[in-house]
């Protein structure tokens, strides 16, 4: 089953839940652009409250304990039994965050809407700005779905196979850092920015355009990849492009703002 999902498919799935996940890195809730118009039926889901923990030592965006995450989806409506489709409107960042998390915590059925909110209006489909209220849903969290680094394991990967650097290549170069508190990059690690993942009407890229894209940055056959980005979000729409691609990967959730939270980790730049 394809991870993506288009406008027709949505409307053709009526019995999906719809999960909202318009968020933006240092820019305005996305609660408020919800509230002003979304798909029909669909329920705000927060990046920062419901799809991480809290921010410290394992970054900006760790990975959400277990319980708590599953709290957060059955006050969604998410049950296992019923797919799920989670989109934004910034090229499916946020959106495969989601699609990420729900996945690495057991959900069978997880599509993300390609073109996010966008394509669903550029084909005339409607918006509404009634707030759902949806049943309490029975999903069950059980870590372990999709492969996972520590800063170690990142380490290892970035000698010994391919890591995957998903920032823009400025940050990856060092030149600027506007978040974190050190610039570069983990030392081994490949520039790959996930802009590149999808066209400008922010659909991803076909897939044979995907793997070819990675196949030139080195994930060829027999080799173990793995990738990350400044905090575990930009890092799961790369594992998202890489798995359209038909390529496995794993996802180093602390990212850059784990790694430079010790200050003893190596920092590589240019």
């Known amino acids: 089953m394809s991870p993506l999902i288009t406008p027709a498919g949505l409307a053709a799935l009526p019995e999906a839940s719809l999960l909202d996940v318009r968020w933006k890195l240092g820019g305005p809730p996305g609660i408020e652009e919800y509230r002003r118009g979304h798909v029909p039926g669909a329920v705000f889901c927060d990046l920062d409250a419901d799809l991480a923990g809290p921010p410290g030592p394992r970054g900006r965006h760790p990975l959400p304990e277990a319980d708590r995450f599953q709290a957060a989806m059955r006050r969604l409506g998410v049950s296992a039994s019923r797919p799920v489709v989670v989109y934004d409107d910034a090229g499916s960042m946020a ?4 699609w990420w998390t729900l996945r690495y915590f057991g959900h069978p059925d997880v599509r993300v809407l390609d073109g ?9 489909r409607p918006l509404s700005a009634e707030i759902p209220e949806p ?26 196979g391919l890591l995957l650097d998903a920032r823009a290549a400025e940050r990856y170069r060092g030149e ?7 610039a570069g990059h983990i030392p081994g690690a490949v520039s790959a920015p996930t802009t590149e993942n999808v066209e400008p009407s922010g659909r991803f890229h076909a897939p044979h355009f995907l793997r070819e894209r990675f196949n030139t940055l080195g994930a060829v056959p027999g080799v173990e990849v793995g990738t990350y980005c400044g905090s575990g979000v930009t ?10 691609a038909g ?9 850059w703002s784990e790694w430079v939270a010790d200050p003893s980790r190596p920092v590589a730049t240019g």
Do not use: C, N
Not at 235 to 244: K, N, R, T
Not at 247 to 255: D, E, K, M
């Open 135 to 160: 049943a309490s849903g029975d999903f069950t969290a059980r870590p372990g779905g999709m492969p996972v680094l520590d800063a170690g394991a990142a380490a290892d990967l970035a000698a010994e």
């Open 95 to 98: 959106a495969a965050r989601a």
């Open 116 to 124: 996010g909110l966008r394509a669903w209006t550029a084909e005339g």
């Open 247 to 255: 390529i496995p990967a794993a996802l180093y959730v602390g990212s």
């Open 235 to 244: 890092a799961a729409h790369q594992v998202l492009a890489l798995q359209i």
């Open 176 to 182: 600027v850092e506007p978040v974190d508190p050190v």
